[in-house]
């Protein structure tokens, strides 16, 4: 029988965790253990802010775990090898991150000593598969406790709740429910609900600011981000400075639709400027650096990774193997990539890298080729369809 009630509560101060945090104190009596894990998008003042919510709703203590270079090296910088995109839309910015909370909110369980652990999640979505599959894994002698879940609460009903227990509560103010994070943010609300609504301009976090034009300069080593403009900095970094950058045209707004892990489909709004445009830029320097088969083959293992972490199937080795896959096909996968930043879009003008398989010396594509003959290429049309020819000889009517 477990004595000690100390709990460790993943906390975003959101709604769901402060309805938890206060039920979990007053209700349950738990020593409750706030901690929320930083994986980008948030100022020390935000997350001070945070914190100082966590004790207003009666946490023993408020933790905040700085993960988001953890973030990139673990996730993000495979997704970027990979040019991840879930239904050729979505660069996973939430349930990627999920999965570094989940493993960061354990391991401090583990190191605290306690017996319970608790998510905000609810019963409908991914994230309660994400969280209690990794706490499962890591620490099965750990119980999981899930108030919104379990308790099937609606929105309105944890409002009603946290006003009854005297906490200040501005949730009606908040149409949309908005996840921010190094790899983009996510934006929920009643539009997403159906099948035929966009978002309105004001539901996206970053709004118009410039016009025109803008060229920019991004720098690829081995295929991460090193530099912008040739400024260099650490990949995170740089993507917060392309991030700032492209917001400013409002770049990166979408609405992705998608197989849900409980099986059913969901529908939410996302704004990634620095994901779309790192993955499409480094998907173009692939294009000119590797061969026809390594392209191939990384876009249908980089597509099972992709739904693997979607799925919260990160600790499967599985993924380590594919891990050592993408990281191998990165080694040619330098240098500088061109684009041009408009208003709501931008364009991929062009790339230079001494890897660029263009620059052969046997010839360009559409001009005369310097390492075959006329006689030669003649032959090789001929073998190469050869079996074709058999085919519809063998199978054509007579």
């Keep these: 029988m477990k004595t000690s009630k100390k709990l460790v509560l993943a906390y975003s101060g959101g709604l769901d965790t402060s309805y938890c945090a206060v039920h979990l104190t007053k209700d349950k009596h738990f020593e409750v253990h706030a901690v929320s894990v930083n994986t980008g998008g948030f100022s020390p003042n935000e997350i001070k802010d945070i914190e100082t919510n966590a004790y207003k709703m009666g946490v023993s203590t408020y933790k905040n775990i700085d993960a988001v270079t953890t973030f ?27 999965i570094v909370q989940a493993i960061e909110i354990i391991e401090y369980a583990k190191s605290i000593n306690a017996n319970y652990i608790a998510h905000g999640s609810t019963g409908a979505g991914n994230d309660q598969v994400r969280f209690d599959m990794i706490f499962q894994t890591l620490a099965p002698e750990i119980e999981i406790i899930t108030p919104i879940r379990d308790q099937k609460l609606a929105r309105q009903e944890e409002i009603d709740y946290l006003k009854a227990n005297n906490v200040d509560a501005s949730w009606e103010k908040s ?18 609900l159906t099948s035929e609504k966009a978002l309105p301009e004001e539901a996206y976090p970053s709004q118009l600011q410039k016009e025109g034009e803008e ?33 400013a045209y409002a770049i990166g707004r979408d609405i992705h639709v998608g197989d849900t892990i409980v099986g059913i489909k969901g529908r939410v709004g996302f704004e990634a400027a620095a994901a779309i445009i ?5 998907h173009l320097l692939e294009k000119h650096t590797l061969t026809k088969w390594q392209l191939q083959h990384k876009e249908y293992l980089s597509n099972f990774y992709g739904m693997h972490l979607h799925e919260g199937q990160y600790l499967d080795p599985v993924m380590r193997d594919m891990e050592a896959f993408l990281q191998n096909s990165q080694a040619k996968v330098s240098g500088d990539v061109f684009i041009t930043l408009k208003p709501y879009h931008f364009t991929l003008d062009g790339i230079h890298s001494k890897h660029d398989l263009m620059n052969a010396k046997f010839g360009s594509y559409g001009e005369m080729n310097s390492g ?16 074709n020819k058999i085919y519809q000889q063998v199978n054509s009517e007579a």
């Design 72 to 98: 990139y090296q673990k996730v993000v910088k495979y997704l970027i090898f990979g040019n991840v995109l879930k239904n050729n839309t979505y660069p996973l910015s939430v349930s990627a991150e999920r």
């Design 175 to 192: 149409k949309y429910s908005v996840n921010k994070g190094l790899w983009g943010t996510s934006v929920g609300g009643e539009e997403t």
């Design 215 to 247: 060229k920019v300069q991004l720098t690829f080593l081995k295929g991460e981000l090193i530099a912008i403009n040739q400024q260099q900095n650490t990949p995170e970094i740089n993507i917060e400075i392309l991030n700032n950058l492209a917001a």
């Design 278 to 282: 790192t993955i499409k830029a480094h």
């Design 372 to 387: 075959w003959t006329a006689d030669e290429a003649k032959g090789f049309i001929k073998i190469i369809g050869n079996q």
